[in-house]
Protein backbone atom coordinates (compact mmCIF):
# COMPACT_ATOMS: atom_id res chain seq x y z
CA UNK A 1 0.00 0.00 0.00
CA UNK A 2 1.70 3.47 -0.81
CA UNK A 3 1.95 5.83 1.73
CA UNK A 4 0.14 8.52 2.20
CA UNK A 5 0.56 11.52 0.92
CA UNK A 6 -1.94 13.52 3.46
CA UNK A 7 -1.06 15.44 6.22
CA UNK A 8 -1.94 13.88 9.80
CA UNK A 9 -3.00 17.05 10.84
CA UNK A 10 -4.38 19.27 8.28
CA UNK A 11 -5.01 16.37 5.73
CA UNK A 12 -2.93 18.33 3.37
CA UNK A 13 -2.61 16.61 -0.12
CA UNK A 14 0.93 16.63 -0.96
CA UNK A 15 -0.25 15.89 -4.60
CA UNK A 16 -2.81 18.18 -5.48
CA UNK A 17 -5.83 17.09 -3.91
CA UNK A 18 -6.82 20.32 -2.36
CA UNK A 19 -10.37 20.71 -1.06
CA UNK A 20 -12.73 22.17 -3.42
CA UNK A 21 -16.14 23.84 -2.80
CA UNK A 22 -19.17 23.61 -5.88
CA UNK A 23 -20.96 26.53 -6.40
CA UNK A 24 -25.10 26.35 -7.30
CA UNK A 25 -26.49 24.28 -9.93
CA UNK A 26 -26.61 27.51 -12.26
CA UNK A 27 -25.30 28.12 -15.68
CA UNK A 28 -22.53 30.65 -15.56
CA UNK A 29 -24.49 32.61 -17.95
CA UNK A 30 -27.83 32.75 -16.03
CA UNK A 31 -25.57 33.47 -12.61
CA UNK A 32 -24.27 36.60 -14.65
CA UNK A 33 -27.14 37.42 -15.48
CA UNK A 34 -28.67 37.57 -11.95
CA UNK A 35 -25.41 39.38 -10.55
CA UNK A 36 -25.86 42.37 -13.18
CA UNK A 37 -29.75 42.82 -12.41
CA UNK A 38 -32.29 43.20 -9.99
CA UNK A 39 -34.73 40.62 -11.22
CA UNK A 40 -35.23 37.57 -8.41
CA UNK A 41 -34.33 33.88 -9.31
CA UNK A 42 -36.68 31.39 -9.77
CA UNK A 43 -38.04 29.87 -6.86
CA UNK A 44 -35.81 26.50 -7.59
CA UNK A 45 -32.91 28.75 -8.06
CA UNK A 46 -33.75 30.39 -4.64
CA UNK A 47 -33.47 27.39 -2.75
CA UNK A 48 -30.57 26.35 -4.73
CA UNK A 49 -28.64 29.60 -3.75
CA UNK A 50 -29.61 29.44 -0.34
CA UNK A 51 -27.86 25.68 0.12
CA UNK A 52 -25.18 27.11 -1.29
CA UNK A 53 -24.96 29.99 1.37
CA UNK A 54 -25.22 27.35 4.07
CA UNK A 55 -22.64 24.88 2.96
CA UNK A 56 -20.23 27.61 2.19
CA UNK A 57 -20.50 28.97 5.51
CA UNK A 58 -19.81 24.97 6.84
CA UNK A 59 -16.77 24.38 4.55
CA UNK A 60 -15.54 28.02 5.24
CA UNK A 61 -15.22 27.18 8.92
CA UNK A 62 -13.65 24.15 7.85
CA UNK A 63 -10.95 25.55 5.58
CA UNK A 64 -10.14 27.97 8.12
CA UNK A 65 -9.23 25.42 10.75
CA UNK A 66 -6.83 23.37 8.11
CA UNK A 67 -5.76 27.10 7.65
CA UNK A 68 -4.78 27.28 11.22
CA UNK A 69 -3.30 23.88 11.03
CA UNK A 70 -1.22 24.57 8.26
CA UNK A 71 0.07 27.93 9.40
CA UNK A 72 1.08 26.07 12.80
CA UNK A 73 2.96 23.76 10.43
CA UNK A 74 4.53 25.72 8.14
CA UNK A 75 5.98 28.00 11.29
CA UNK A 76 7.30 24.85 12.55
CA UNK A 77 9.18 23.68 9.33
CA UNK A 78 10.31 27.66 9.15
CA UNK A 79 11.73 27.39 13.02
CA UNK A 80 13.39 23.97 11.78
CA UNK A 81 14.40 25.84 8.58
CA UNK A 82 16.58 28.72 10.72
CA UNK A 83 17.82 25.80 13.17
CA UNK A 84 19.49 23.84 10.81
CA UNK A 85 21.02 26.47 8.80
CA UNK A 86 22.07 28.21 12.51
CA UNK A 87 23.67 24.00 12.68
CA UNK A 88 25.35 24.49 9.36
CA UNK A 89 26.67 27.53 9.94
CA UNK A 90 28.06 26.31 13.26
CA UNK A 91 29.56 23.38 11.73
CA UNK A 92 31.32 25.80 9.04
CA UNK A 93 33.07 27.85 11.51
CA UNK A 94 33.96 24.98 13.52
CA UNK A 95 36.14 22.96 10.39
CA UNK A 96 37.53 26.42 8.98
CA UNK A 97 41.00 26.37 8.39
CA UNK A 98 41.83 29.06 10.20
CA UNK A 99 41.15 27.29 13.03
CA UNK A 100 43.47 24.80 11.79
CA UNK A 101 46.82 27.37 11.83
CA UNK A 102 49.07 26.65 14.53
CA UNK A 103 48.92 29.28 17.19
CA UNK A 104 52.55 30.46 16.00
CA UNK A 105 51.41 31.26 12.43
CA UNK A 106 48.76 33.23 13.71
CA UNK A 107 51.36 35.47 15.38
CA UNK A 108 52.99 35.62 12.83
CA UNK A 109 50.17 36.62 10.24
CA UNK A 110 49.11 39.72 13.08
CA UNK A 111 52.64 40.99 13.02
CA UNK A 112 52.47 41.41 9.16
CA UNK A 113 49.45 43.53 9.95
CA UNK A 114 51.83 46.19 11.61
CA UNK A 115 52.19 49.47 9.38
CA UNK A 116 55.85 49.82 8.45
CA UNK A 117 55.82 52.67 5.95
CA UNK A 118 56.66 56.07 8.78
CA UNK A 119 54.40 57.85 5.75
CA UNK A 120 51.08 56.25 6.59
CA UNK A 121 51.80 54.65 10.23
CA UNK A 122 48.15 54.70 12.94
CA UNK A 123 48.58 56.24 15.70
CA UNK A 124 48.99 53.33 18.70
CA UNK A 125 46.23 54.88 20.62
CA UNK A 126 43.68 55.11 17.98
CA UNK A 127 41.03 52.43 18.66
CA UNK A 128 41.55 50.97 14.87
CA UNK A 129 45.05 50.15 15.32
CA UNK A 130 45.88 46.65 14.68
CA UNK A 131 46.54 45.22 18.00
CA UNK A 132 43.68 46.80 19.58
CA UNK A 133 41.49 45.54 16.98
CA UNK A 134 42.71 41.55 16.63
CA UNK A 135 42.72 42.09 20.60
CA UNK A 136 38.81 42.17 20.22
CA UNK A 137 37.81 39.64 17.46
CA UNK A 138 37.19 36.78 19.67
CA UNK A 139 38.35 35.27 22.60
CA UNK A 140 41.40 32.61 21.00
CA UNK A 141 42.54 35.89 18.83
CA UNK A 142 42.94 37.91 21.89
CA UNK A 143 44.58 35.35 23.74
CA UNK A 144 47.26 35.21 20.72
CA UNK A 145 47.29 38.67 20.76
CA UNK A 146 47.88 39.71 24.02
CA UNK A 147 50.28 37.11 24.65
CA UNK A 148 52.69 38.57 21.73
CA UNK A 149 54.70 41.28 22.38
CA UNK A 150 55.81 41.90 19.51
CA UNK A 151 52.47 43.27 18.36
CA UNK A 152 52.73 46.17 21.27
CA UNK A 153 56.57 46.88 20.97
CA UNK A 154 56.00 49.70 18.04
CA UNK A 155 54.98 52.46 19.59
CA UNK A 156 53.63 55.68 17.15
CA UNK A 157 51.76 58.40 19.81
CA UNK A 158 50.94 61.70 18.09
CA UNK A 159 50.02 64.32 21.07
CA UNK A 160 48.31 66.18 18.72
CA UNK A 161 45.36 64.18 18.49
CA UNK A 162 45.01 63.53 22.44
CA UNK A 163 42.00 64.79 24.01
CA UNK A 164 41.23 62.53 26.64
CA UNK A 165 44.85 62.37 28.98
CA UNK A 166 43.28 59.83 31.22
CA UNK A 167 42.15 57.09 28.08
CA UNK A 168 45.69 57.70 26.88
CA UNK A 169 47.35 57.32 29.36
CA UNK A 170 45.27 53.91 30.33
CA UNK A 171 46.34 52.64 26.40
CA UNK A 172 49.57 53.54 26.64
CA UNK A 173 50.28 50.82 30.22
CA UNK A 174 48.97 48.40 28.44
CA UNK A 175 51.07 48.74 25.14
CA UNK A 176 53.95 48.86 27.99
CA UNK A 177 52.68 45.99 29.63
CA UNK A 178 51.84 43.53 26.79
CA UNK A 179 54.98 44.46 25.53
CA UNK A 180 57.32 42.66 28.28
CA UNK A 181 60.67 43.36 27.75
CA UNK A 182 60.68 43.43 24.43
CA UNK A 183 62.45 46.29 22.16
CA UNK A 184 60.62 49.25 21.64
CA UNK A 185 60.55 51.20 18.42
CA UNK A 186 58.83 54.83 19.01
CA UNK A 187 58.11 57.33 16.77
CA UNK A 188 56.65 60.18 18.54
CA UNK A 189 55.54 63.65 17.27
CA UNK A 190 53.75 66.55 18.60
CA UNK A 191 53.67 70.45 17.87
CA UNK A 192 52.65 71.51 20.84
CA UNK A 193 55.32 71.69 24.48
CA UNK A 194 55.19 68.39 25.97
CA UNK A 195 55.99 69.61 29.34
CA UNK A 196 54.08 68.41 32.27
CA UNK A 197 52.24 65.66 29.86
CA UNK A 198 51.36 62.78 32.34
CA UNK A 199 51.61 60.63 29.45
CA UNK A 200 54.98 61.84 28.40
CA UNK A 201 56.29 60.20 32.43
CA UNK A 202 55.13 56.78 31.65
CA UNK A 203 56.23 56.99 28.31
CA UNK A 204 59.53 57.87 29.60
CA UNK A 205 59.51 54.95 32.02
CA UNK A 206 60.09 52.42 29.38
CA UNK A 207 63.73 54.01 27.70
CA UNK A 208 65.99 51.38 28.71
CA UNK A 209 64.05 49.19 26.12
CA UNK A 210 64.17 51.66 23.07
CA UNK A 211 66.21 50.63 20.30
CA UNK A 212 64.79 53.03 17.28
CA UNK A 213 63.60 56.48 18.08
CA UNK A 214 62.22 59.13 15.60
CA UNK A 215 60.53 62.22 17.46
CA UNK A 216 59.22 65.03 15.76
CA UNK A 217 58.51 67.96 17.92
CA UNK A 218 58.91 71.24 19.06
CA UNK A 219 62.98 72.35 20.12
CA UNK A 220 62.66 72.78 23.53
CA UNK A 221 60.80 69.92 24.01
CA UNK A 222 63.66 68.14 23.40
CA UNK A 223 64.85 68.88 27.44
CA UNK A 224 62.02 66.17 28.68
CA UNK A 225 64.19 63.21 27.51
CA UNK A 226 66.87 64.60 29.90
CA UNK A 227 65.39 62.81 32.49
CA UNK A 228 66.04 58.88 30.73
CA UNK A 229 70.08 60.07 30.59
CA UNK A 230 72.53 57.54 30.98
CA UNK A 231 69.12 54.44 30.17
CA UNK A 232 69.38 54.39 26.62
CA UNK A 233 71.05 50.79 26.93
CA UNK A 234 69.57 49.47 23.74
CA UNK A 235 69.07 52.64 21.59
CA UNK A 236 70.26 52.13 17.98
CA UNK A 237 68.87 54.13 15.65
CA UNK A 238 67.81 57.69 16.48
CA UNK A 239 66.13 60.53 14.54
CA UNK A 240 65.36 63.94 15.41
CA UNK A 241 62.63 66.78 13.63
CA UNK A 242 61.89 69.82 15.16
CA UNK A 243 58.59 71.11 14.17
CA UNK A 244 59.30 75.12 15.00
CA UNK A 245 62.00 77.02 13.78
CA UNK A 246 65.25 76.44 16.41
CA UNK A 247 66.64 79.47 17.51
CA UNK A 248 69.94 81.01 15.96
CA UNK A 249 72.49 77.86 15.89
CA UNK A 250 75.06 78.37 18.52
CA UNK A 251 79.26 78.51 17.61
CA UNK A 252 81.69 75.83 18.02
CA UNK A 253 82.67 77.16 21.40
CA UNK A 254 79.24 76.74 23.07
CA UNK A 255 78.20 73.56 25.09
CA UNK A 256 75.36 71.12 23.25
CA UNK A 257 72.68 72.34 24.73
CA UNK A 258 70.52 68.40 24.77
CA UNK A 259 72.20 65.32 26.32
CA UNK A 260 69.97 62.77 26.91
CA UNK A 261 71.06 60.90 24.06
CA UNK A 262 74.63 61.50 25.64
CA UNK A 263 75.28 57.58 27.09
CA UNK A 264 74.17 55.65 24.27
CA UNK A 265 76.12 52.44 24.37
CA UNK A 266 74.60 50.87 21.12
CA UNK A 267 73.43 54.03 18.72
CA UNK A 268 75.22 53.63 15.64
CA UNK A 269 72.37 55.33 13.26
CA UNK A 270 71.90 59.08 13.51
CA UNK A 271 69.75 60.98 11.19
CA UNK A 272 68.27 64.72 11.64
CA UNK A 273 66.26 67.32 9.84
CA UNK A 274 66.20 71.34 10.71
CA UNK A 275 68.81 70.76 13.04
CA UNK A 276 71.51 73.18 11.81
CA UNK A 277 75.18 72.32 13.44
CA UNK A 278 73.35 69.23 14.82
CA UNK A 279 76.91 68.65 16.16
CA UNK A 280 77.05 71.66 18.82
CA UNK A 281 73.07 71.28 19.48
CA UNK A 282 73.03 67.57 20.32
CA UNK A 283 75.69 65.72 22.20
CA UNK A 284 75.56 61.97 21.05
CA UNK A 285 78.24 59.55 20.82
CA UNK A 286 78.90 60.37 17.41
CA UNK A 287 82.71 58.31 17.34
CA UNK A 288 79.97 55.38 17.52
CA UNK A 289 78.22 56.24 14.56
CA UNK A 290 78.11 53.98 11.06
CA UNK A 291 75.04 55.45 9.23
CA UNK A 292 74.45 59.58 9.21
CA UNK A 293 71.28 61.42 7.46
CA UNK A 294 71.32 65.11 7.52
CA UNK A 295 70.17 68.34 6.49
CA UNK A 296 73.35 70.94 7.96
CA UNK A 297 75.76 73.27 6.45
CA UNK A 298 79.04 71.79 4.91
CA UNK A 299 81.52 73.10 7.72
CA UNK A 300 78.93 70.93 9.80
CA UNK A 301 79.33 68.30 7.84
CA UNK A 302 83.49 68.60 7.69
CA UNK A 303 83.46 68.62 11.90
CA UNK A 304 80.90 65.63 11.73
CA UNK A 305 83.17 63.80 9.54
CA UNK A 306 86.40 64.69 12.07
CA UNK A 307 84.28 63.09 15.01
CA UNK A 308 83.15 59.60 13.28
CA UNK A 309 85.76 57.64 12.37
CA UNK A 310 83.59 54.54 11.96
CA UNK A 311 81.06 56.00 9.58
CA UNK A 312 80.18 53.82 6.75
CA UNK A 313 77.03 55.26 5.21
CA UNK A 314 75.88 58.78 4.89
CA UNK A 315 73.14 60.69 2.86
CA UNK A 316 73.34 64.86 3.34
CA UNK A 317 71.97 67.70 1.87
CA UNK A 318 73.76 70.56 0.81
CA UNK A 319 73.01 73.93 1.09
CA UNK A 320 74.29 77.33 1.14
CA UNK A 321 76.96 78.48 4.40
CA UNK A 322 77.13 81.79 3.41
CA UNK A 323 75.04 82.15 6.64
CA UNK A 324 77.61 81.63 9.05
CA UNK A 325 80.05 83.82 7.82
CA UNK A 326 83.12 81.70 8.77
CA UNK A 327 85.56 80.14 6.89
CA UNK A 328 85.60 76.53 5.87
CA UNK A 329 87.70 73.81 7.93
CA UNK A 330 90.32 72.97 5.87
CA UNK A 331 90.31 69.49 3.79
CA UNK A 332 89.77 65.89 5.59
CA UNK A 333 90.45 62.80 4.64
CA UNK A 334 87.87 59.69 5.85
CA UNK A 335 89.37 56.34 5.40
CA UNK A 336 85.84 54.42 6.75
CA UNK A 337 83.25 56.24 4.34
CA UNK A 338 82.40 53.68 1.88
CA UNK A 339 78.35 54.95 0.48
CA UNK A 340 77.54 58.96 0.42
CA UNK A 341 74.48 60.28 -0.87
CA UNK A 342 74.44 64.02 -1.54
CA UNK A 343 71.54 66.09 -2.84
CA UNK A 344 70.59 69.69 -3.10
CA UNK A 345 66.87 70.57 -2.66
CA UNK A 346 64.92 72.82 -5.02
CA UNK A 347 63.86 75.93 -2.81
CA UNK A 348 67.18 76.47 -1.24
CA UNK A 349 70.16 78.47 -1.45
CA UNK A 350 72.81 77.08 -3.62
CA UNK A 351 76.46 78.00 -3.92
CA UNK A 352 77.16 78.62 -7.07
CA UNK A 353 80.08 76.07 -7.60
CA UNK A 354 77.35 73.63 -6.26
CA UNK A 355 76.61 72.68 -2.50
CA UNK A 356 77.79 69.31 -3.28
CA UNK A 357 80.69 70.25 -4.83
CA UNK A 358 81.82 72.14 -2.04
CA UNK A 359 81.64 69.24 0.09
CA UNK A 360 83.48 66.73 -2.05
CA UNK A 361 86.02 69.31 -2.58
CA UNK A 362 86.88 69.41 1.26
CA UNK A 363 86.38 65.44 2.16
CA UNK A 364 88.48 62.61 0.65
CA UNK A 365 87.48 58.98 0.31
CA UNK A 366 89.96 56.95 -0.77
CA UNK A 367 87.43 53.39 0.27
CA UNK A 368 84.16 55.12 -1.03
CA UNK A 369 82.50 52.05 -3.05
CA UNK A 370 78.88 54.05 -3.73
CA UNK A 371 78.41 57.53 -5.09
CA UNK A 372 74.76 59.08 -5.14
CA UNK A 373 73.93 63.24 -6.32
CA UNK A 374 70.58 64.28 -6.93
CA UNK A 375 69.49 67.60 -7.51
CA UNK A 376 66.24 68.89 -7.35
CA UNK A 377 66.93 72.46 -9.55
CA UNK A 378 68.62 72.70 -12.86
CA UNK A 379 71.76 74.85 -11.83
CA UNK A 380 73.29 71.37 -11.72
CA UNK A 381 77.61 71.22 -10.95
CA UNK A 382 79.60 68.25 -10.73
CA UNK A 383 82.62 67.35 -8.81
CA UNK A 384 85.69 66.59 -11.37
CA UNK A 385 88.43 65.65 -9.50
CA UNK A 386 87.28 63.85 -6.47
CA UNK A 387 89.58 61.06 -5.08
CA UNK A 388 87.77 58.13 -5.63
CA UNK A 389 89.41 55.37 -7.45
CA UNK A 390 87.77 52.75 -5.51
CA UNK A 391 84.85 53.88 -6.34
CA UNK A 392 82.10 51.06 -8.26
CA UNK A 393 78.50 52.45 -8.28
CA UNK A 394 77.66 56.25 -9.65
CA UNK A 395 74.20 57.88 -9.48
CA UNK A 396 73.17 60.86 -10.77
CA UNK A 397 69.83 61.66 -11.00
CA UNK A 398 68.38 65.28 -11.64
CA UNK A 399 65.18 66.70 -13.01
CA UNK A 400 66.45 68.84 -16.60
CA UNK A 401 69.34 67.91 -18.93
CA UNK A 402 72.51 68.06 -17.35
CA UNK A 403 74.77 71.06 -19.11
CA UNK A 404 77.24 70.94 -21.18
CA UNK A 405 79.92 71.77 -18.80
CA UNK A 406 79.09 69.47 -15.93
CA UNK A 407 78.79 66.63 -18.57
CA UNK A 408 82.65 67.76 -19.08
CA UNK A 409 83.20 67.57 -15.19
CA UNK A 410 81.16 64.09 -15.19
CA UNK A 411 83.71 62.94 -17.79
CA UNK A 412 86.59 64.23 -15.86
CA UNK A 413 85.41 62.14 -12.85
CA UNK A 414 84.94 59.18 -14.57
CA UNK A 415 88.64 59.10 -15.93
CA UNK A 416 89.59 59.03 -12.31
CA UNK A 417 87.18 55.37 -11.65
CA UNK A 418 88.65 52.79 -12.94
CA UNK A 419 86.95 50.49 -10.53
CA UNK A 420 83.61 51.61 -11.73
CA UNK A 421 81.04 48.70 -12.32
CA UNK A 422 77.47 50.62 -12.07
CA UNK A 423 76.52 53.68 -13.72
CA UNK A 424 73.34 55.16 -13.63
CA UNK A 425 71.97 58.53 -14.56
CA UNK A 426 69.05 61.03 -15.92
CA UNK A 427 69.44 61.49 -19.26
CA UNK A 428 67.31 64.10 -22.23
CA UNK A 429 68.92 61.66 -25.25
CA UNK A 430 69.19 65.68 -26.57
CA UNK A 431 72.20 65.82 -28.79
CA UNK A 432 73.62 68.45 -26.41
CA UNK A 433 74.24 65.00 -24.32
CA UNK A 434 76.52 63.22 -27.10
CA UNK A 435 79.73 65.08 -25.70
CA UNK A 436 78.68 62.10 -22.61
CA UNK A 437 78.02 59.42 -25.25
CA UNK A 438 80.79 59.79 -27.22
CA UNK A 439 82.78 60.04 -24.05
CA UNK A 440 81.99 57.04 -22.96
CA UNK A 441 82.39 55.00 -26.17
CA UNK A 442 85.09 52.08 -25.93
CA UNK A 443 86.24 52.42 -29.18
CA UNK A 444 86.89 56.27 -28.99
CA UNK A 445 87.95 56.41 -25.36
CA UNK A 446 89.08 52.76 -24.16
CA UNK A 447 90.54 54.09 -20.65
CA UNK A 448 87.36 55.54 -19.42
CA UNK A 449 85.66 53.40 -17.02
CA UNK A 450 86.97 50.41 -18.54
CA UNK A 451 85.27 48.28 -15.84
CA UNK A 452 82.03 49.19 -16.03
CA UNK A 453 78.77 46.32 -16.89
CA UNK A 454 75.76 47.83 -16.19
CA UNK A 455 74.66 51.42 -17.42
CA UNK A 456 71.13 52.69 -16.62
CA UNK A 457 69.70 55.73 -18.24
CA UNK A 458 66.42 57.28 -16.64
CA UNK A 459 65.12 59.16 -19.85
CA UNK A 460 63.42 61.81 -19.29
CA UNK A 461 61.86 62.39 -22.42
CA UNK A 462 59.00 60.86 -23.31
CA UNK A 463 59.47 59.39 -26.60
CA UNK A 464 63.38 59.19 -26.59
CA UNK A 465 64.53 59.19 -30.33
CA UNK A 466 67.30 56.47 -30.74
CA UNK A 467 70.34 58.05 -32.56
CA UNK A 468 73.26 56.15 -33.82
CA UNK A 469 75.61 57.49 -31.39
CA UNK A 470 74.31 55.74 -28.69
CA UNK A 471 73.84 52.66 -30.71
CA UNK A 472 77.89 53.16 -31.14
CA UNK A 473 78.07 53.43 -27.67
CA UNK A 474 76.92 49.92 -26.55
CA UNK A 475 78.23 48.34 -29.65
CA UNK A 476 81.71 49.28 -28.28
CA UNK A 477 80.93 48.16 -24.91
CA UNK A 478 78.53 45.04 -25.33
CA UNK A 479 81.24 42.45 -24.66
CA UNK A 480 81.63 43.39 -21.74
CA UNK A 481 78.28 44.87 -20.35
CA UNK A 482 75.83 42.58 -18.42
CA UNK A 483 72.59 44.95 -18.55
CA UNK A 484 71.50 48.32 -20.33
CA UNK A 485 68.40 49.22 -18.48
CA UNK A 486 66.10 52.01 -20.12
CA UNK A 487 63.12 53.89 -18.41
CA UNK A 488 61.42 54.25 -21.41
CA UNK A 489 61.87 52.71 -25.01
CA UNK A 490 63.13 54.63 -27.80
CA UNK A 491 61.39 56.02 -30.71
CA UNK A 492 61.97 54.03 -33.61
CA UNK A 493 63.16 55.43 -37.36
CA UNK A 494 61.03 54.86 -39.58
CA UNK A 495 62.32 51.27 -41.83
CA UNK A 496 64.26 51.05 -43.85
CA UNK A 497 66.55 51.57 -41.48
CA UNK A 498 69.80 49.83 -40.68
CA UNK A 499 69.77 51.43 -37.34
CA UNK A 500 66.96 49.10 -36.65
CA UNK A 501 68.54 46.27 -37.38
CA UNK A 502 71.74 47.23 -35.29
CA UNK A 503 69.66 48.11 -32.46
CA UNK A 504 67.25 44.62 -32.45
CA UNK A 505 70.18 42.84 -32.80
CA UNK A 506 71.81 44.62 -29.39
CA UNK A 507 68.25 43.91 -27.61
CA UNK A 508 68.43 39.91 -28.44
CA UNK A 509 68.85 37.62 -25.05
CA UNK A 510 67.48 40.12 -22.54
CA UNK A 511 70.34 42.19 -22.52
CA UNK A 512 68.31 45.76 -22.70
CA UNK A 513 66.04 45.83 -19.88
CA UNK A 514 63.21 48.34 -19.53
CA UNK A 515 61.84 50.71 -16.38
CA UNK A 516 63.13 51.06 -13.30
CA UNK A 517 64.05 49.07 -10.08
Same mark, same amino acid.
Given at each position: ???????????????????????????????????????????????????????????????????????? &??? $????????? !???? $??????????????? +?????????? @???????????????????????????????????????????????????????????????????????? @????? *???????????????????????????????????????????????????????????????????????????????????????? /????????????????????????????????????????????????????????????????? !???????? =?????? %?????? $???????????????? /??????????????????????????????? %??? %?? *???????????????????????????????????????????? %????????? &??????? =????????????????????????? +???? $?????????????
Amino acid at each position: MPASVHCPKCDYNQQGDSPSFHGPDLAASRFDELLKSNSPPLQAEHVDLEGVIREGHIFLSGLKGRITQTRA &VLE $ELLDEERRV !ESLV $ESCKKIIRPIRGIPE +DIVRQIFLTC @LDTDERDIKDSLDGKSPPLVLSKVCRHWRSVAVSTPQLWSPLSLDFDRYRNAKACLHLLQIYLLRSGTQDIT @LFLHS *TKALSNNHVVTVLLSSAPRWVDIHISIPFLSLHEFSAVRGTLYRLNRLRVEFTDDPPASPGPQVKPKFDAFEYAPLLRSFSHDTVFNA /IHKLNIPWSQLIDYTGMDWTSSYIEMFKLTPNMESVSLHCEDDSVLDRPLPPSFFHHGLRRLRVH !EEAGVNVL =SEGGIV %LLLSHI $ECPALESLSMAYQHPH /IRIPSSPRVRNLRTLSINAPCTIPAEALTDL %LSL %LR *TTPSLTHLSMSMSMSPEENVLLLGLNNNINPGVVPGLRSLTFRV %LSKRPVLSS &VFVDLVE =SRRTWWETLRLSVPFVMPPPPDALV +DRWA $ELCDGGFVLYGME
